[in-house]
């Protein structure tokens, strides 16, 4: 095998010889020849001296510009390479009791950088987030075939990180053919997905955990879950015995299909409000309306350093009008996906939010995703959920 080498520059290879899986753009050496290799080819990373890193995706134009796959410099990246990682990544779900219904894949905590695999069922869904993984696309699509034998494959190349990668974005079927309806189980209960419409590649699965632990709280109480889109908080509170559940979203399909899968689990047709989430919340308020059970998980509110501010702002609010809908003794579930804000950050705007609306409470569950969204240990960053669960007084 040859590969372009891409040199880093000198005394700057401590943070990637030291576990760190990236190599910044300012870190190497930005020749004529590393700028003109094509963006995603396989290159054999070096020290400024030739000591050999390993063999990385390199992309020589966004921050982030190679992306190390193997520390072994001969590795042969091919659909065999990958079907081992999935093997393995589906080994540890298995271990941490997920079924058919999980991440098989999350990025760089998995060995494939910028690589994202959804299971449903008998339907895989996958995001290639960066040129390298776009370039070994077909090789993707042979590995999840030999692993996991699906129904489908579906691509869903529409993240906006692919425009940071110079990458156009698209949506296809890649392999196999998509059934007429695709459903998935958690915490007991049925739900319906749209893997080629649906928000990200169809449902989040990172909110598993938290969504257990809110339903937990539910029994016999009046639940109000805002930003529903597919109703995992809700249903589940339902399923758990909750008296009554009210749903907010602004998105007509999104209530529409909570109505069906609370019929199809034989659930109460929850209250259904579509508008914006804070808006509603508000008008809630001044109705005069309390829960027992409160849950607000936000889109992210800050998808750039430059909306932190006003994200901030955001979730303050949020954390305000959710202190002010529960029910003195009852919970609130407040969640931020926002990766930029940091973990303190979205604790002091709760903290605020609370005291502004003259409430005061307890902490019961400081929480991040579910287990099949490992975190990179040299990636903290990538640790972008955030969910507290209170009692409210």
């Known amino acids: 095998m040859t590969r372009p080498v891409i040199r880093l520059q000198p005394d700057r290879h401590r943070r990637i010889l030291g576990g760190h899986p990236w190599a910044y753009s300012n870190e190497i050496a930005m020749t004529p020849a590393a700028k003109a290799v094509p963006p995603g080819s396989l290159v054999q990373l ?10 990385a995706l390199f992309n020589p134009h966004p921050l ?10 001969d590795a042969e990246i091919d659909a065999a390479w990958i079907a081992d990682r999935l093997t393995r990544a589906l080994a540890l779900r298995q271990r941490l009791g997920l079924g058919a219904f999980c991440r098989l894949i999350h990025a760089e905590a998995d060995g494939l950088p910028g690589l994202v695999v959804d299971r449903y069922g008998s339907v895989v869904v996958a995001q290639l987030n960066t040129a390298g993984m776009d370039l070994l696309a077909d090789a993707i699509v042979t590995a999840i075939q030999q692993v996991l034998a699906p129904e489908a494959i ?29 459903w998935i189980e958690e915490n007991g209960v049925r739900f319906p997905v749209d ?5 990200k590649t169809g449902w989040f699965y990172d909110q598993r955990d938290n969504r257990a632990a809110a339903a937990a709280m539910a029994g016999g109480g009046r639940v109000l879950d805002v930003f529903a889109y597919g109703g995992g908080f809700g249903l589940a509170a339902l399923k758990a015995g909750a008296a009554a559940l009210t749903v907010i979203d602004r998105s007509r399909p999104a209530l529409e299909r909570i ?12 209250t259904a409000l579509e508008g914006d989430g804070l808006d509603t919340m508000d008008a809630l308020v001044k109705a005069g309306e309390r829960f027992d059970l409160v849950i607000a998980d936000p889109p992210a509110f800050a998808k750039s350093r430059k909306d932190v501010p006003v994200g901030l702002k955001a979730y303050r609010r949020m954390s305000r009008l959710g202190a002010l809908l529960t029910a ?3 919970f609130l579930l407040l969640a931020s996906c926002s990766h930029n804000v940091e973990p303190e950050q979205f604790a002091t705007e709760v903290r605020t939010g609370l005291a502004r609306a003259g409430r005061s409470g307890r902490i019961l569950r400081s929480a991040g995703a579910a287990s099949d969204h490992p975190v990179h240990p040299f990636l903290p960053e990538s640790a972008y959920l955030k969910a507290l669960l209170l009692q409210i007084d």
């Open 259 to 270: 109505a069906t899968a609370a019929a199809a689990n034989d659930l109460p047709t929850p």
């Open 328 to 330: 003195p003794g009852g």
């Open 154 to 182: 579906v691509l869903r190349n529409d993240s906006s990180a692919r425009l940071t990668e110079g990458l156009s974005q698209s949506v296809r079927v890649a392999a196999g053919t998509l059934p007429d309806a695709v």
């Open 46 to 55: 070096e020290t400024a001296q030739g000591e050999a890193v390993g063999v």
């Open 64 to 73: 982030v510009s190679a992306r190390l796959l193997s520390r072994a410099v």
């Open 195 to 199: 893997p080629v419409d649906g928000q």
